[in-house]
């Protein structure tokens, strides 16, 4: 009898290995998907895709190739050799190759192809198939880059990752913008933000994370909403005004970019992203930004409560052609924008100590200064027409002691839009959820 222990899994070399010269004329057996075929008269070159890249195999004439198409599962056996040419400057010398597996039915997009050209629809109904693109596949590692970032770099300040409910009994933005749904005969919601959860944890472990979906039943169709997406959230206790919320932020940033550019430099080269520089970033007040883009580009300032998207777009052109950055903080929203929990500027309660951050003209963050104190809390409430009896659970938090605190929420999503360069949120999505699609 075979039991668990016995098992071992198989290692496979990985392409960094390989390209990196750990394994130079060194026999190897690689298994993964073929990306393309190339019959080159006497020689056929077969791209082999595996999770971390691709990798070059040389099959000459003797290599029975019978059978072997377009993304078949193969494992190629051959010889490492340098080969400045191939993909990453290393290929394989095939002396045979095995099939693991055949798809029933051709492609239905030259996935080997550089781009492809479909529309957007097309792109997201053949999402299984369109996402073998290496230029597809790029946004997304580098998406899973940026989470990774993130989760590293809070954990080196002391930050502890919580996983919070998705199925909650109150929404923390309020509103209509909520998935109803039955719980066992009674009413409960989608959560619209770990808003809550977050905020308990604080006098628990002082700072806190989390990456999780979010859900707004919003009824938008613009190419930067949906109605489901990832939130990167952190809160943390014991700060002396929201600019503690901004550095930590901007730490996060730098060290992003950073890894992106000495790790992921391929994908970002596949498609031509040039990384921001991370000099200080620069904050301005939300009024006085109004203010400056509005003089600067010669148009009226409609509403004066919230920043509409080609507001943002003005602002993000003015911070990067007067103060030579990508990304600003837009700081002292006003309080008819922003939810109860906000904590109000004490010097004028019309606006609240908040901020929102920008990169490239479009909002990809949004923070602040919370209210810790449970009177002050319930006196918010009950002004905005709330019922505080509604949110007890929430208000244990404030009514059994609460340190000073906040914290921001991060739209994956669009941060990893705006740095790929992408002209609609659903392509830095792999499945997107918005009002039309459910599939696939």
Known sequence: ???????????????????????????????????????????????????????????????????????????????????????????????AVRVLSRPAAAMPVPVSKRKLNLTLDARLSLRPAVLRSLRERSVFR??????????????????????????????????????????????????????????????????????APVFRAEKHSTTRHLNEYTSMDFEMGYIDSFYDIIAVETGFLRYCFRLL?????????????????????????????????AEKYGYAIRNPYDLEPEEEHAIGRYAKEVWGSDLVFVTHYPAKKRPFYAMDDPEDPKYTLSFDLLFRGMEVTTGGQRIHDYGQQVAKME??????????????????????????????????????????????????????????
């Open 261 to 293: 550019g000495e790790e992921y430099a391929d994908d970002l080269a596949r498609l031509g992203v040039t990384l921001p520089e991370m000099k200080d970033v620069p904050c301005v007040r939300f009024d006085e930004a109004k203010r400056l883009a």
């Open 383 to 440: 002004r905005l027409g709330m019922h505080p009896e509604e949110f007890e659970s929430y208000l244990m938090l404030h009514k059994y002691g609460a340190p000073p605190h906040g914290g921001l929420g991060i739209g994956l999503e669009r941060l990893t839009m705006q740095l790929c360069g992408l002209d609609n949120v659903r392509l830095a999505t792999l499945f997107p959820r918005d009002r039309t699609r459910l599939e696939p």
């Open 142 to 211: 580098i998406q899973a880059g940026i989470s990774r970032a993130f989760r590293e770099y809070l954990q080196s300040q002391d930050f502890t990752e919580i996983h919070t409910p998705k199925i909650v009994h109150a929404g923390a933005e309020g509103g209509s913008n909520i998935f109803r749904l039955d719980y066992f005969g009674r009413k409960a919601f989608l959560t619209q933000s770990p808003q809550f959860y977050k905020q308990t944890m604080v006098p628990v472990f002082e700072r806190v994370f989390e990456v």
């Open 1 to 95: 009898m075979i039991t668990a222990t016995a098992l071992t899994a198989v290692k496979q070399p990985a392409i960094r290995d390989i390209i990196g010269g750990a394994l130079e004329n060194q026999a190897v057996s690689v298994r993964g998907m073929v990306h393309s075929l190339r019959d080159m008269g006497g020689l056929t070159f077969l791209l082999l895709r595996k999770g971390d890249g691709v990798l070059q195999c040389v099959c000459p004439p003797e290599v029975d190739l019978d059978g072997v198409t377009e993304e078949c599962a193969v494992e190629v056996l051959g010889t490492v050799h340098q080969e400045e040419r191939a993909p990453g400057g290393a290929e394989l010398a095939a002396a």
